[in-house]
Structure formats: structure tokens, C-alpha cells
């Protein structure tokens, strides 16, 4: 399908996108210790050159927070932003050579109770995150979603300092831009197309530039500067081509900076492939993005992005999901709101840092909550503690401390889960009669048993009594691990001691007390 097709749906998208963007690119360089235009170039090459290569219809990239604490300590470490640009390069050639090798599967690993946990917490961090920008109340840059912040406070602490410090200005205008959102969202949306071409978003930034031109010169509604865009504003050609900053190849050969390398082209793919699971998910059409070939977009972006003085870039949840709920269908999304952020930085910056931070933090707040709608903690409740556990940790490790160390969390949990489901579908016992003496018991292994069941088939086989008679069956099971075999070979003795008959049945035939498990498997006997 042409990609031009769907540009009446991918249009209005990329500018809900671009409005989305631009705070967060400021933002992620801020709190990157970075100069803050290297955040728009990333914006700009993950938009434009990785959504041109990358296979995914609505995924978008960018700087992502996930990197941010890595890129602030790598600065000072590598002895400056040029010398962290080499890093950055190397990264992108190391996810090339991800890419190469096939890395991209990783991501399908993810359980999909961590996954539905990440857009989650995710959703709920940018709420709580937006809340004191939306009163005006700026201490922390946008694009900062640890836990514990880069100005000395966390999460709730800067909410609750933001009700001492509320901007009447910010605030009237943020809940303009709400409202205007929600009358979208809700109402008009679904009355006229052309309310569906003019999006609300782009209503909603008008009305706050419009608020901030009439009311610059009241002296209880006035936006104060800091509470706006701050895009630079080059004089001319010449310091415009200024900001742009290249690598220090000199220091190539330092260990250091092929460490920070390696660091993130690990985090970045990482954050990419579970961003990629995410969105598949969310995406209406149900497309499956190719991952090894999403390792090859970001490589090259990261390093395109590195060699003109950009941040590291990833495919990110927050510009993704955006695109997903204003209705975008293909990658022209995201590589329309690459040249907006390009052509805009251009153009018009001083128009851009007019718009208050206030009217951008309503709209990263109806998107946090599509990503948190209650229900679906609902859903996940109702679907039983092997999925909401592991969902409930993502989210909460998500919120207290940053993202990647709350997915961490979640599939720690994950991996415990399946261990003790493993334990508990081994195999089943059924108990029969007693009928001459004997206990009756048959047990029947499940079509794969691995080392994880150890402990429940060694557990039961202990627990046999006396004289009994055991039925195994193992007609089903397609794999039985070394491991399970040595247990039956093991338990052959102390079978015989507790006076224990046992029937094997298999698909090739019934054998009664086998002479040796490991012969009738065909497995080599254990090395003393």
C-alpha cells in the first residue's frame, strides 16, 4: 500500500506528534546535561531517517528519558560532548552489528503482563510527571521520568512543592487546552471531519500563544519566560550552523568511551525492542514491526545523530502512542513530524517559545491516561495473579524508580511466575484404588519437562508410599530433559527398597521396571 495514501490520517497525526515532541526533545537535554539543540536533532533524525528505514507503520523515534542519566554521567566521564559523541557513533555500530546478528528476537521474550506493565507505568509517570507543569511550576525539565529527579526531588515531592509555587497564567491556559482536548476528544471528533483534519492539540497550542500574546503585559496573568518553549534562536546562517557539534575521533582509542558505546547500544536497543512489543500492541491494524531490521534504523540514526552533534536515539512509547491515539497509519507520521521539528527550528523559533509548557502538559496528560485507563487494571486483576503480579511490580517499579529498572523488576517476577508454573505443570498425578494392597498411581508427564521441574517430580516420587504401584506415562512428552532422567534413574534404587513397581509407558510400548531409564532414553550416563 502507498505510504501517500493515508496522508489525510498521518498529517493531522504528526502534528499531534511534533506538539509532543518538541517539549520532550528540549527536555531530555536538559536533563542530559546536554546543549538543548542536540535533543531537536535526534528529534529530527529519529523522525525523519529512522522512520523512513524502519519497518514499523506508526513507531516513533527520538531522545528517550531512559537514556538521559547514562548520557549526563558519560559527558563528565569522556571529558566533554564532542568526546561522548565518538560513544555515540560506536553505539550506533554496534546495533548495526545487533541488527546483523539477529538480536531483534529478544524482544518477542518480553512477557506480555511486563509489556502491558511498562505502558502502564509509563502512562501514569507522564501524568504524574505533567502535573506541576500544568500549574506552571518548572523546577524539573520535561522528559525527566526517574523517580528521583535531577533538581533534588521526587515524583510526589515536586507535585506537591508545585501547589506552593501555581501559576494563574499557565494554569487558566492548561485548562483551556483541556478542555478544548476533551471537547475533541469526546464530541467533536465525531461530529464533522473537519475536526478531525484541525486536530485538537493544534487548537489548543493556539489558544496558548494566543493567551500569552494578550496577557504578556497583565501583571497576574503573564507567563513568565521559563515557563515557555525555549527553543535556540541562532542571529544567522552562521551561528545556526553553530550549534551543530561533531565528534572528537581522537579519542576513539579510549576504553571508555567504547564502554559507554556498548552501554548504549545495549539500553537503546533494549528500550527500542520493548517499545516496538508495546506498540504492536496498541496499534489498531495488529502490524508486527521487524526487529532485526528496527536494530539496523536505530544503528544508523545514532549514527547520523552522533556524527551532527545529536543525542542517542531509541524508538519511544510517549511519541508512539501519541501517534497511535490521534490516528496515524503509516511511518509518514513520523517522518512528517521529523520535518515539522526541522522546518519549525528554522523558521519559526521565536514563535515556537511562545507556546506555554503548560498547554503541551495537557496534552502529555490525555495521553498518559489512554496508556492508564483503570480498566485495564481490571482486566489484568481478573486475569489472575500470574499476570497481574508481574504487571502490578512493572508498574510500580516503573513509578518509584525509573523505566528500564521497573521492567527489570517486572520480568524478574515474570521468570518466577514461570518457574512455578513449570513446577506445577510437570506432570499430573492421579491417585487410584488400593485394590490388592497397592496404591494405585499414575503419573502422567507433560509434553515438555525441563530442569525448572525438578523439585515437584522429585517431591511426589519422594512422597510414594510402600508397596505402591506407579504408572508413568510418557506418551505425551516430546522433550525430557537429562535432569528428570536421572531423578527416574536415581529413584529406580529407592524404588526397589520401598518395594515401588513401576510401569513405564512410552510410544514404544510398556515396560515394567525398567533396568536403566538412562539406556531407555538413549541418553549418555552421567560422568562421575
Not at 522528559?143 to 521526587?154: L, P, R, S, V
Not at 542571529?235 to 567504547?258: E, H
Request: one cysteine or more.
Amino acid at each position: 500500500m502507498n505510504i501517500f495514501n493515508n496522508l489525510r490520517k498521518d498529517l493531522p497525526a504528526s502534528m499531534v506528534v511534533f506538539f509532543v515532541a518538541l517539549p520532550l526533545c528540549l527536555g531530555i537535554a536538559l536533563a542530559s546535561g546536554a546543549p538543548l539543540f542536540s535533543g531537536l536533532i535526534a528529534g529530527i533524525v529519529g523522525g525523519i531517517v529512522v522512520g523512513a528505514l524502519s519497518g514499523s507503520k506508526i513507531g516513533v523515534s527520538g531522545p528517550a528519558a531512559g537514556l538521559a542519566a547514562i548520557v549526563l554521567t558519560s559527558i563528565g566521564a569522556l571529558g566533554g560532548f564532542e568526546n561522548f559523541l565518538v560513544a555515540v557513533v560506536l553505539g550506533g555500530v554496534i546495533q548495526l552489528l545487533f541488527g546483523v546478528l539477529k538480536a531483534g528476537i529478544i524482544g518477542y521474550y518480553f512477557p506480555s503482563s511486563v509489556i502491558k506493565g511498562m505502558l502502564t507505568g509509563i502512562g501514569i509517570i507522564i501524568i504524574l510527571k505533567q502535573i506541576p507543569h500544568f500549574f506552571g511550576y518548572n523546577s524539573d525539565p520535561e522528559g525527566d521520568f526517574a523517580f528521583f529527579q535531577i533538581d533534588g526531588e521526587n515524583t510526589f515531592s515536586e507535585i506537591i512543592n508545585s501547589l506552593n509555587f501555581i501559576s494563574p497564567g499557565a494554569t487558566i491556559v492548561a485548562v483551556l487546552g483541556l478542555g478544548i482536548l476533551l471537547l475533541w476528544d469526546k464530541v467533536l471528533g465525531k461530529k464533522a471531519k473537519i475536526f478531525q483534519i484541525i486536530q485538537g492539540p493544534l487548537v489548543a497550542v493556539a489558544v496558548g500563544i494566543l493567551f500569552y500574546i494578550f496577557t504578556k503585559d497583565n501583571s497576574n496573568l503573564a507567563i513568565a519566560d521559563n515557563l515557555l518553549v525555549s527553543v535556540p534562536i541562532p542571529g544567522d546562517l552562521t551561528s545556526f550552523l553553530g550549534q551543530f557539534s561533531f565528534p572528537n575521533f581522537a579519542v576513539i582509542g579510549n576504553m571508555d568511551v567504547w564502554i559507554t558505546a556498548f552501554t548504549i547500544a545495549l539500553v537503546a536497543s533494549l528500550e527500542t525492542l520493548l517499545c516496538v512489543e508495546a506498540t504492536d500492541k496498541l496499534d489498531p491494524a495488529k502490524h508486527v514491526t521487524p526487529t532485526n531490521r528496527e536494530l539496523l534504523a536505530q544503528g544508523t540514526g545514532n549514527i547520523i545523530s552522533g556524527m551532527i552533534g545529536g543525542l542517542p536515539i531509541t524508538q519511544v512509547i510517549v511519541r508512539s502512542s501519541a501517534n497511535i491515539q490521534s490516528g496515524g497509519k503509516t511511518k509518514m507520521a513520523a517522518i512528517i513530524h521529523g520535518f515539522l521539528l526541522l522546518i519549525s527550528v528554522i523558521l519559526i523559533p521565536k514563535l515556537l517559545n511562545k507556546i506555554p509548557l503548560s498547554v503541551l502538559a495537557s496534552i502529555l496528560l490525555i495521553v498518559g491516561y489512554k496508556l492508564a485507563k483503570p480498566s485495564l487494571f481490571k482486566k489484568m486483576y481478573k486475569l489472575g495473579w500470574k499476570q497481574s503480579i508481574p504487571f502490578t511490580v512493572t508498574v510500580l517499579g516503573i513509578i518509584f524508580t525509573d523505566l528500564l529498572i521497573g521492567i527489570g523488576l517486572g520480568l524478574m517476577v515474570g521468570i518466577v511466575v514461570i518457574l512455578i508454573k513449570s513446577y506445577q505443570n510437570s506432570h499430573f498425578l492421579h491417585i487410584e484404588d488400593k485394590s490388592n494392597g497397592k496404591h494405585k498411581i499414575t503419573m502422567t508427564l507433560a509434553e515438555e519437562v525441563t530442569f525448572f521441574n525438578k523439585g515437584a517430580i522429585l517431591k511426589e516420587l519422594d512422597q510414594l508410599p510402600e508397596d505402591a504401584f506407579l504408572t508413568l506415562d510418557v506418551r505425551k512428552t516430546r522433550y525430557l530433559d537429562n535432569d528428570i532422567v536421572e531423578i527416574l534413574e536415581d529413584f529406580s534404587e529407592k524404588a526397589k527398597n520401598k518395594n515401588i513397581d513401576i510401569q513405564l509407558i512410552s510410544e514404544r510400548g510398556v515396560v515394567e521396571n525398567p533396568d536403566s531409564y538412562i539406556k531407555f532414553f538413549k541418553l549418555r550416563p552421567k560422568s562421575a
